[in-house]
């Protein structure tokens, strides 16, 4: 008698816990919601314009690779064709492809260029660590299925906002506070020069991880199907050497499904100059715009 | 035995072969391949001061074979302690056990700390940390102190964590077990700081290495060679690397100068002088974390030569805005609540008061989830 009064207690204090943690969840989720429609500036707005609001004909994809290396305004102007950056600090095709399905949701752009990196092609880290930018979007269309993919518990565990919103709640909240538009179009160019001799990397100890090979096949055959243009491009790094294998995986695929593959990941004009890289993968100011350059004349040719 | 094949083997077969090879012997022996056994450091330590507590009559042999094996596979400490004597155990496993409110309370405290240590600080402070440590020649001295400062604060957190965790386990079933941590960077000496870090280990290092060699009833000069051994022994328990022999050697000798020195404990009052021994303190416990994080003595060495003579300021890439923003927050939540356990302070009985233990399990747990590391982690002491 005594024990199951003591027990009942016990379960009432757990009730209360569980109760008033469900209130604050739902709380936290409201006004995360609140604030990332509402942000102005910085990573929130940038996201939420790709997603959104984007309506440009050209989406340039991918890494910080993609966000430091490709001048969208260079492009615009050579092509004569509206063109925003949608690159992210650490992206991978996981989260890409997620930002693909949000905004075909709503229009179709002309084309796609695409900035592969060992985060669309390699076993890394744990792909959850993709999902920290996608969960916020786990109510669109589209989105709770690439999320699921990575690891069945997600279904369960995005019952809650504040796993939803772990971590990026942080950004969420100061891009509300205190907006900052450094972006051009997504774009971010980075000052410096690499003053360093960065460690040689050894590319030969990498294994393909299927997920994401997956993903890069189902983004071609969805743009191709609903008359999107692809094009995949790797952008040059410091320490590469001529003929290089390290993007073997996405030539494969590239050509087996015959879309265009531009590999400058060894670029006799840049690579090895300390003077046009920041660190051993991020070009500065100089080299992105001697990059861009580069490449729009091929981006003029195959949109025409 | 187990332990030394499973965990040692390797090690002594490496290093075996390395000085045949250096002497002209060109020798090659089978490694050893097998998954080794999860708690075997602790577990065996456990057993060990079983075995010799009934060898020396403290305690009396266990008759019951159910008790035994749930005495040494305790399920809440198998995977990385603490390390409990039979004589704490053994009584609370043969009690008939009635379920107690306030111990159950209790018991979910604790786990919710050692969540809120492992996956808010433990493991944002470790993302810094490996960003650091792995690429530390491009970043400054400073960085790479800051580096240094991160990991101590992260192993201390990840095991205290750990420890909470399975105090919490233990104590919502009505098991009381030993806690290892009492502040441990707020000792005034290495001779304090063992008495505040992994203190199931020290203790049992005491009881069964340092005492039956002959403690401090010997002359100085033994008294000094039985410290240097325990610690040795501290540091070869820890892993199969000569870093951790390092580190344990270090923590031996400087613990043998203190006591050259008279310098174990300070009996003052003023606050001054103790702060600036918990400073030094801290920062000699700080150095010999290295070789603990470090693969090898070679690259413990060049981080600390990186770390005296690279100048610069602290850069910012190497752990973000986030990361300092929850870190900040996070650590100033520890510290307080440090800083009121060892003052003893009546705050933290307000805990008890069920309406305000509801609130403060419910921010910890939403801070947990909205900024907790919450991808896949490991404990670092599960190494061991």
Not at chain 1, 139 to 142: K, N, T
Not at chain 2, 135 to 140: L, V
Not at chain 2, 346 to 352: A, H
């Given at each position: 008698m005594q024990t199951s009064r003591v027990m009942r207690k016990f379960l009432l204090y757990i009730f209360a816990i569980a109760a008033s943690l469900i209130i604050v969840d739902r709380a936290f989720g409201y006004a995360n919601q609140y604030m990332m429609r509402r942000s102005s500036g910085g990573q929130t707005f940038c996201q939420n314009y790709v997603c959104f609001d984007s309506n440009e004909d050209i989406i340039m994809m991918g890494s910080s690779r993609m966000r430091h290396h490709y001048n969208p305004i260079i492009i615009e102007d050579s092509l004569g064709m509206t063109c925003y950056n949608a690159g992210e600090d650490g992206a991978g095709i996981i989260l890409n492809y997620g930002y693909f399905k949000m905004i075909t949701n709503r229009y179709l752009p002309k084309l796609i260029i695409y900035d592969v990196t060992n985060f669309d092609m390699y076993v890394g880290d744990d792909n959850s660590k993709y999902l920290g930018w996608l969960r916020k979007f786990y109510?669109?269309?589209?989105i709770k299925d690439i999320v699921c993919s990575v690891s069945k518990s997600e279904g369960l565990k995005n019952i809650s906002y504040l796993y939803r919103y772990n971590t990026r709640c942080i950004a969420t909240l100061a891009d509300f506070i205190h907006p900052v538009r450094s972006y051009v179009k997504g774009y971010s160019p980075i000052e410096g020069i690499l003053n360093y001799d960065p460690k040689q990397n050894n590319y030969d100890e990498r294994v393909a991880d299927s997920l994401k090979l997956n993903y890069l096949s189902k983004l071609i055959d969805e743009a191709k199907e609903r008359g999107v243009m692809i094009v995949f491009l790797a952008s040059p790094q410091y320490d590469t050497y001529e003929g290089?294998?390290?993007?073997h995986p996405v030539e494969s695929l590239c050509e087996q499904k015959k879309v265009p593959f531009w590999n400058y990941f060894y670029c006799p004009v840049l690579s090895g100059n300390k003077l046009f890289f920041q660190d051993r993968e991020h070009l500065n100011k100089e080299g992105s715009t001697i990059f861009t350059n580069m490449i729009v004349d091929r981006l003029k040719s195959l949109v025409e | 035995m187990p332990l030394i094949v499973f965990k040692y083997f390797n090690f002594i077969h490496y290093n075996v072969v390395d000085a045949l090879n250096k002497l002209g012997v060109e020798m090659q022996l089978t490694g050893l391949n097998w998954a080794i056994p999860i708690g075997i450091s602790f577990f065996t330590f456990q057993a060990i001061g079983y075995y010799l507590d009934c060898y020396h009559n403290r305690i009396k042999a266990e008759k019951n074979a159910i008790d035994y094996t749930l005495f040494v596979c305790?399920?809440?400490?198998?995977?990385?302690?603490?390390?409990?004597k039979a004589t704490e155990l053994l009584p609370q496993i043969k009690r008939k056990d009635i379920f107690i409110f306030s111990k159950a309370k209790d018991g979910i405290r604790m786990i919710v700390w050692g969540l809120f240590l492992k996956l808010v600080i433990a493991d944002r402070l470790g993302m810094c940390v490996d960003t650091i440590y792995k690429?530390?020649?491009?970043?400054?001295g400073f960085t790479c102190f800051i580096g240094s400062v991160f990991y101590s604060l992260q192993i201390y957190c990840d095991f205290a964590g750990y420890t909470y965790l399975a105090l919490g386990i233990a104590r919502m079933f009505g098991y009381d077990l030993i806690n290892n941590f009492r502040q441990p960077y707020f000792s005034i000496s290495i001779t304090d700081f063992w008495r505040r870090w992994h203190i199931s280990l020290s203790r049992w290092l005491k009881d069964y290495i340092y005492i039956p060699l002959g403690g401090s009833r010997c002359s100085r000069i033994r008294n000094y060679w039985n410290i240097f051994i325990t610690f040795l022994v501290s540091g070869i328990w820890h892993g199969a690397n000569w870093t951790f022999i390092i580190w344990g050697i270090f923590h031996g000798v400087v613990q043998i100068l203190e006591k050259q020195f008279n310098m174990q404990a300070y009996q003052g009052n003023r606050m001054s002088i103790r702060c600036i021994r918990i400073i030094i303190t801290f920062l000699l416990v700080n150095f010999a974390w290295i070789f603990f994080r470090m693969p090898s003595i070679d690259d413990a060495m060049n981080y600390i030569e990186h770390m005296i003579t690279t100048g610069g300021s602290f850069n910012m890439e190497s752990t973000g805005l986030t990361s300092l923003f929850v870190l900040t927050i996070s650590l100033a939540i520890l510290l307080l609540r440090d800083i009121l356990a060892e003052l003893r302070s009546?705050?933290?009985?307000?805990?008890?008061n069920t309406v305000v233990s509801v609130a403060v399990m419910t921010t910890l747990l939403a801070f947990i989830l909205s900024v907790g590391v919450l991808d896949n982690s490991t404990f670092i002491y599960a190494n061991f």
């Open positions: 109510d669109e269309p589209g290089n294998s390290y993007y | 305790f399920f809440p400490q198998i995977a990385s302690g603490p390390i409990s690429g530390f020649e491009i970043y400054s009546p705050i933290q009985s307000y805990l008890n």
